[in-house]
């Protein structure tokens, strides 16, 4: 946890070294005079998106798995160009019907714009007629973001879009 923790204000510093020291200091001016400011009001005094993390699985129509995981992973480029990286697709070791999808973003606003998208919403319609319809979606606060991994070096099913 301490790693992830420092992988964050790694971060962290590196967008605050991008901004002026007028800014740095007018946002922690501000955080000090109203305390009751959180993570978020800080970062956006500074003017730096808060890192968004969606995680979601969901159900498929049994044979139907790896030809949504064909469309999950062919949208992996598309979504990186438009602010989310990491983009990891998983298969349950439990089940062959369900995927799990971990998501960070530069911020909500961008998940929120690239369902918009022309070719995110063709990958869902092509998607749907072999989902279920079970799903489950939980958005997450990115306090850091974990190094990455080679599939090599992990015992796990996740794929790396």
């Known amino acids: 946890m301490a790693e992830v923790r420092r992988q964050g204000l790694d971060a962290l510093s590196r967008q605050i070294s991008m901004l002026g020291a007028s800014r740095i200091l007018s946002a ?10 959180g993570r978020g009001e800080v970062a956006a005094a500074l003017e730096v998106a808060v890192p968004y993390g969606y995680i979601g699985s969901m159900k498929v129509k049994p044979g139907h798995r790896d030809d949504v995981l064909n469309i999950l992973l062919n949208s992996a480029e598309g979504l990186r160009k438009v602010g989310c990286d990491p983009y990891v697709v ?3 070791n439990a089940d062959d019907v369900t995927i799990l999808v971990s998501e960070v973003w530069q911020s ?6 690239s369902l918009q998208l022309p ?3 063709a990958a869902i319609s092509n ?5 279920t319809g079970e799903f489950t979606r939980q958005e ?5 973001r974990p190094p990455r991994l080679s ?6 099913t996740a794929r790396r879009a």
């Open 28 to 37: 922690l001016s501000c955080s000090l005079h109203r305390p009751s400011h």
């Open 90 to 92: 998983c298969v349950s």
């Open 108 to 113: 909500k606003e961008k998940h929120d714009a």
């Open 119 to 121: 070719e995110t919403k």
């Open 127 to 131: 998607a749907m007629p072999m989902l």
């Open 140 to 144: 997450v606060t990115v306090d850091g």
């Open 151 to 156: 599939p090599a070096t992990t015992g796990s």
